[in-house]
């Protein structure tokens, strides 16, 4: 059984930094694409930056050049740096990773979320 665990959220005031973490469990499972989700308040989810399975990064508009999506293959374990954060980025950020077993038998699987709030 495959298991993403986030952690790194918090409350942080406008302006700051916040780096969460990913990281995959479970035999022989290796991260490969890999994608943060935002969940504002009350509004749907939606996708912040990925790491696609040719090893390209993808940003939304509204994070980029603020937030970075990295990933440790050894650690198996997918990180996303927030830095000059703003009140609009509060929210649960989750962690998501599809693909394909080595038998083309589809999954997807997502993080517990983890809480960041921040203050202005």
């Known amino acids: 059984q495959v298991q993403l665990v986030e952690s790194g959220g918090g409350k942080v005031q406008a302006g700051g930094s916040l780096r969460l973490s990913c990281t995959a469990s479970?035999?022989?499972?290796?991260?490969?694409?890999v994608g943060w989700f935002h969940q504002a308040p009350g509004k749907q989810r939606e996708l912040v930056a990925a790491?696609?399975?040719?090893?390209?990064?993808n940003y939304a508009d509204s994070v980029k050049g603020r937030f970075t999506i990295s990933k440790d293959n050894v650690k198996n374990t997918v990180y996303l740096q927030m830095n000059s954060l703003r009140p609009e980025d509060t929210g649960v950020y989750y962690c998501?990773?599809?693909?394909?077993?080595?038998?083309?038998?589809?999954?997807?699987?997502w993080g517990q979320g983890t809480q960041v709030t921040v203050s202005s």
């Open positions: 479970g035999s022989d499972f290796k991260i490969n694409a």
């Open positions: 790491f696609s399975s040719g090893g390209t990064t």
């Open positions: 998501n990773t599809p693909g394909l077993t080595s038998v083309g038998e589809w999954y997807d699987y």
